[in-house]
């Protein structure tokens, strides 16, 4: 049996197990709900009627546990508690939470089974189950993987919906009146006489009636709230600079912190010196870290001059000590030995490559940063309350951050404090980026050991751009080698095969988990295109470990939508047809098709363009979104000029249009700096690029004038935050193709050509 249906195979029998009530969980212990975190530390007065929704005598105050990282998503899941519970939008407030095994994500879980987002099989559904069975048992609570919409869609709206069942059971038990007499508006049961009740005044009577499961939610006719542009619930903040993200928190009697890392991330520190930093002013002390060093001061400017004054003598990287050397062994694992998955695998790929004008052609692409505004920071306080050195029975560890993973966060913390995670209170603040970087706890981690050597005083961590820069969970580096056939204007066969180090190895192992299976990663965006290619298939290769690698937004889909598009284009160009004719012709799912139609009509496709002028177009289909990029641009005398940009995506329902767009635009964006200068790499073992200088953004200036479509297909509610990576890349390459003559297959595009 294949990897794949090992994996598949237990998966099953776990859900199996979990839904006839077998020894493995026992369905009792499924259905059984997760503790509601808000009944923890609850003030006098308040009231938990669900995880998602506190009333005291300030308001209502609306959890929304993703993290907000500026892609508004505190915005859009308040709305979905606000429609139901039926509170006026001015009146709330909003808040990320504690975190909670009640916060589980399990859309992110259901959504890495193995199986193409078109595919609706019994086996794909079966193991989606099996998986969100075994969500349900983990309670990992993330932000990640376009997942907090479609995983919140219902569960939030029922939590609304549920919490004013019980208000208004409560107002109809005070009134005497029938339940169904009465309406709501705006944080009011409104009784047929027109008297009305507060919600504040009825959720302590409230708080004793039994929550229905399943309590009816409205039509989306009635929504006020949802599929409009909302005011974002954090703008005025942010407007204003009240805003708190993690490196705004201060605490009395705060300690700033700064580390230095081996430049060679993951190598360890031999011995250090710190004579010079002990003598310098403000110092408290200089604490010795895995693999580094940190200066704990009385202010940040002062911890980072004395890190950098300490002498450090740094044992040599295990891995790979330069770019060509890691490039060359991603070469190497096209083998045997290093096979992965093959999740594609449709017709007799090698009959028809024989039979057919064969293409073959490798792409490369390069480790890439996260690059975050806000570098990594964190602050913890270690009460220190217990008796003794290390960690007591009465201690308690506050931790400050913006992490996109917090329970995650919290059991790291605990398990290095040593302290129960029930003791351990993280605090989710805003957070200037995240894309994947901040599912990670290495920064959390430091600030607890820091914690830890000053007992009883909060320290604040802080990393430098520098340190944020090279101490970075990259994304990996990949290498694809394709071979098609083209015939009678279209595709006939398609072999693609991609090589790179395993995320979700690399993840696991920094929480001591293993992976059971293949990595999909590896291929997601290469085998599950919704082409109707006769012969198709797909291989992943995976590269041992180089880096630690980690999430960045679109993961697979970042380099296989352009390893992917590039080579479609090119076969287009071999078959003598029209790139976008054929791939309308190639797709078999019909809001795929309407995205490339709409793109197609925006752009005004076929259009007669002038010499030295482009037009590139890309599709591809992730986290259950089709989208379609075209982009424009010009060869001048100063290189490629990015004129204008087409989007069309098909969200099922846009929850708020305006958002959607945002998303989809800044996803551009974020992928044409990556795509026109982004690379990572590497001399003795440490990353070259140490700030934005060497790690380029796209300017004002360079960008396109965007035009974004957004369609409503009415298929199931998706997100939008890395669906519109994916196309950036290959629709600008292509672009340059068409402008130029010139193609390109390896990233970034400015090692091959100039941008003015």
């Known amino acids: 049996m294949s990897k794949l249906g090992t994996l598949a195979r237990r998966t099953f029998l776990v859900a199996s197990a979990a839904v006839a009530g077998g020894a493995a969980f026992g369905f009792y212990k499924y259905r059984q709900p997760h503790p509601n975190p808000l009944s923890v530390g609850l003030a006098p007065g308040a009231v938990a009627l669900t995880p998602y929704v506190r009333i005291d005598a300030q308001g209502i105050t609306i959890i929304t546990p993703r993290a907000e990282m500026g892609q508004g998503i505190h915005t859009t899941l308040a709305a979905m508690v606000a429609e139901e519970l039926d509170v ?192 310098m002013r403000g110092v408290v002390a200089v604490v010795s870290l895995p693999g580094g060093v940190a200066v704990i001061a009385n202010n940040t400017w002062r911890a980072f001059q004395a890190v950098a004054a300490v002498k450090c003598d740094w044992a040599a990287p295990s891995h790979p000590a330069t770019s060509a050397a890691m490039m060359a062994a991603i070469a190497a694992s096209f083998d045997d030995q290093h096979h992965d998955s093959r999740l594609r695998d449709d017709g007799n790929v090698g009959a028809a490559l024989a039979a057919g004008t064969v293409l073959e052609a490798e792409y490369r692409v390069p480790f890439l940063a996260h690059a975050t505004m806000e570098p990594m920071n964190a602050v913890a306080w270690f009460n220190g309350k217990g008796e003794g050195e290390g960690a007591g029975a009465g201690d308690e560890l506050h931790i400050w951050s913006g992490v996109q993973a917090p329970t995650l966060a919290r059991d790291q913390a605990a398990a290095v404090s040593s302290i129960d995670p029930a003791r351990v209170h993280v605090h989710t603040t805003l957070m200037g980026g995240g894309f994947g970087r901040r599912a990670e706890s290495d920064f959390v981690v430091q600030a607890v050991r820091l914690a830890m050597a000053v007992k009883g005083r909060p320290v604040k961590l802080t990393w430098s751009r520098e340190e944020d820069m090279t101490q970075d969970m990259y994304r990996p580096a990949a290498i694809a080698r394709f071979r098609g056939a083209t015939a009678h204007g279209t595709v006939q066969a398609l072999d693609v095969r991609v090589a790179s180090p395993s995320v979700l190895e690399s993840q696991g192992g920094r929480i001591g988990a293993s992976l059971p299976g293949p990595d999909k990663l590896i291929v997601d965006g290469a085998y599950d295109q919704p082409y109707g290619i006769a012969h198709n298939r797909a291989t992943g290769y995976r590269t041992p470990a180089l880096l630690p690698v980690s999430s960045w937004r679109s993961v697979g889909n970042s380099y296989n939508g352009f390893f992917m598009e590039s080579f479609i284009d090119e076969l287009a160009a071999q078959a003598k047809a029209d790139p976008m004719a054929m791939r309308l012709a190639l797709l078999t799912h019909a809001p795929s098709r309407k995205v490339l139609e709409a793109v197609a009509a925006m752009s005004g496709w076929g259009r007669p363009m002038e010499k030295g002028r482009g037009r590139g177009v890309a599709f591809h289909y992730s986290f259950g979104v089709p989208t379609a990029h075209v982009l424009e641009v010009t060869m001048g005398k100063d290189g490629i000029t990015l004129e204008r940009a087409f989007i069309a995506a098909d969200v099922g329902t846009a929850l708020d249009p305006r958002n959607v767009e945002a998303q989809l635009q800044s996803a551009l964006i974020f992928a044409l700096s990556a795509a026109m200068f982004g690379q990572v790499t590497f001399a003795g073992g440490a990353a070259q690029q140490t700030n934005f200088h060497q790690y380029q953004a796209l300017r004002m200036a360079q960008s396109p004038q965007i035009t974004v479509r957004v369609l409503e297909g009415g298929g199931p509610i998706r997100g939008v935050g890395e669906t519109g990576v994916p196309p950036a890349a290959p629709a600008l390459a292509n672009a340059i193709f068409h402008a130029t003559g010139q193609r390109i297959r390896e990233l970034p595009l400015n090692k091959h050509i100039a941008f003015a």
């Open 88 to 279: 006026a939008w001015d009146s709330i407030r909003v808040e990320h939470g504690a975190p909670g095994a009640a916060y589980y994500n399990d859309a992110a879980i259901r959504d890495a089974a193995p199986f193409a987002g078109i595919d609706e099989g019994k086996a794909a559904n079966a193991v989606r189950g099996a998986m969100g069975v075994v969500s349900k048992f983990l309670g990992i609570q993330v932000t990640g993987g376009s997942s907090s919409v479609p995983d919140a869609f219902d569960k939030m709206r029922v939590a609304g919906a549920a919490a004013r069942f019980a208000l208004v059971a409560a107002a109809a038990a005070r009134l005497n009146v029938s339940a169904s007499r009465l309406r709501t508006a705006d944080g009011m049961v409104i009784a047929p006489d027109g008297r009305r009740i507060a919600y504040t005044d009825l959720a302590a009577a409230a708080a004793a009636i039994a929550l229905p499961a399943a309590p009816p939610l409205k039509p989306r006719a009635q929504w006020r709230y949802l599929g409009k542009s909302m005011p974002r619930v954090d703008m005025l903040a942010k407007c204003t600079g009240t805003a708190v993200f993690g490196i705004d928190v201060r605490c009395e009697d705060m300690l700033f912190a700064a580390v230095r890392m081996n430049p060679a991330i993951g190598a360890a520190l031999n011995h250090f010196d710190a004579t010079a930093a002990n003598a």
